[in-house]
């Protein structure tokens, strides 16, 4: 018998390199971390699935862009810019946010010293992330690292992947996305450690926002699942049957299996848990899941009995409701559920991959999931066999149903419905193409022939600016000084690029 040679050592990641956030290089070694099937949270969880009637998982977004707007125009994060012109705006809250994203390393500690039971899913950019060590507030990362990185918290708290950049998929170019998953796993991997991004199994997209392209889908589930994540968030809104009707209510409630199938008929899946009831903060401020659980009982997956689990996603900082209400509902919560007794029995917390490495350990087939697909690709694939799909018959499809079919898009749909992500925003997309596909230009045959590239100063200053361009804040945030911000930095990305 051969013996096996043992894995070589992981390499010490820099959170800065090269006064830069380590966002490239070592994605080798981030693999060999990310892409394993053991499970994360059923060796720790204190939850027994037969006890459990019913579930809730609730999760916050955290996020601030970053934009050319410090003292000489440098990159800074639009939360040092908040505090360095108070006057402006809403800026005055820039201390109260700041307070937000450290908070949860506070309330976690306390509840689980109190007795309770708590779990919260955490959601935060790249962009964030950077900018709080800019601004040296090592206050925030550290509260954050206690709850991340402490074997008395950790079991309670679950991380989810982002995009770095807060890009929204559909208009982001396909070689991209990879780019910015893979650029978050490693910018976590730095601050937080190679065994907190190991338990990183589950996908928050920006503006939970599903592309309905059947290319950009396929893509898109093809990286998430190259990068080792095992579900993704959605929003019910965003998903059809596939006969294109809508979810039936009992399959909001528990894991459906994704379908993307490109315009060459190719298929992949991902499990996805759906968030539902649309994107009002104040649903995950007031606690509103754990309220809506209290009323619902266990279900069938195939033939085995799970209980159900409601979803659901909010802003961590934004809005008065997230600043003030939030914080005075989110303890009592744990310790209402502990006076009834019943920490770990009836109506519980419990966090996204923990629910599902539950009801799989006890015998649900991911294959017994409901399945489901993005929005409007119904439209597609009941007008052309998969089998038969080219390129040429589904683009031909799409356009006839753009022309005559005013309820159909492309565009994909999110929890901002009423916005199109690509019309309207043509000074964006136009630079934003352009300098990806300048950097892929120059780059893709360098990182083909030595990925070693990938380590070198010269690619991670050149990647930035790619990644910075695509924040979805420079397209939602609508035209004038973020348009400008947006141009600055293609300016920025063009001139790096050129001078290599």
């Not at 909001?252 to 649309?278: F, H, M, S, W």
């Amino acid at each position: 018998m051969i013996a096996q040679a043992p894995n070589p050592p992981l390499p010490q990641l820099d959170e800065i390199r090269n006064g830069l956030p380590n966002i490239c290089g070592w994605e080798a070694a981030i693999a060999t971390v990310t892409n394993h099937s053991e499970p994360v949270f059923l060796p720790i969880t204190n939850l027994n699935l037969d006890h459990i009637s019913a579930g809730f998982a609730c999760a916050l977004h955290m996020h601030q862009p970053t934009i050319p707007a410090g003292r000489e125009g440098q990159l800074i994060g639009n939360l040092q810019h908040m505090f360095e012109h108070p006057q402006d705006g809403d800026n005055h809250n820039a201390s109260v946010f700041a307070e937000c994203y450290r908070r949860m390393g506070d309330f976690i500690p306390e509840i689980v010293h109190n007795g309770g039971n708590p779990r919260i899913m955490l959601d935060y950019s790249g962009n964030l992330l950077w900018s709080l060590r800019q601004m040296g507030r090592d206050d925030v990362i550290d509260n954050l690292k206690r709850i991340t990185c402490d074997p008395q918290y950790f079991p309670y708290v679950e991380w989810l992947g982002t995009l770095w950049s807060h890009a929204v998929v559909p208009s982001t170019p396909i070689p991209d996305i990879k780019l910015h998953i893979q650029a978050w796993q490693q910018h976590f991997a730095a601050i937080f450690g190679y065994d907190a991004l190991r338990r990183v199994k589950g996908f928050s997209p920006p503006e939970m926002h599903l592309p309905n392209h059947p290319d950009t889908l396929f893509e898109y589930v093809k990286a998430l699942k190259d990068c080792g994540y095992r579900w993704l968030l959605v929003q019910e809104h965003s998903v059809e049957r596939l006969d294109g009707s809508g979810l039936w209510h009992e399959h909001k409630y528990i894991p459906n299996r994704l379908i993307a199938r490109n315009c060459q008929g190719e298929t992949t899946d991902i499990t996805v848990l759906i968030k539902t009831q649309g994107s009002d903060t104040k649903l995950v401020a007031q606690m509103q899941p754990y309220h809506e659980a209290k009323g619902r009982s266990r279900q069938l997956i195939g033939q085995i009995q799970v209980p159900g689990c409601v979803s659901q996603i909010a802003d961590g900082e934004n809005g008065g409701v997230m600043m003030n209400e939030f914080p005075r509902d989110f303890p009592p919560v744990w310790y209402d559920i502990k006076t009834n007794g019943r920490s770990t029995t009836g109506v519980v917390g419990i966090n996204g991959t923990e629910y599902i490495e539950l009801i799989e350990a006890a015998g649900v087939n991911p294959s017994d999931y409901p399945t489901c697909q993005a929005v409007h690709q119904h439209k597609i694939w009941q007008r052309l066999d998969p089998d038969q799909a080219t390129p040429e018959a589904v683009t031909a499809i799409i356009q006839d149903l753009q022309t005559n079919d005013t309820s159909f898009s492309m565009d994909g749909a999110s929890w901002t419905n009423d916005l199109s992500w690509v019309r309207g925003y043509e000074n964006v997309l136009g630079p934003m193409t352009q300098l990806s596909a300048l950097f892929h230009q120059k780059y893709d045959p360098l990182v083909q022939a030595d990925p070693g590239v990938t380590q070198q100063a010269h690619y991670q200053a050149a990647l930035l600016p790619v990644l910075l361009l695509e924040t979805s804040c420079f397209r939602y945030w609508g035209q004038g000084v973020w348009t400008d911000y947006a141009n600055e930095i293609y300016q920025r990305g063009k001139a790096i690029l050129q001078a290599q």
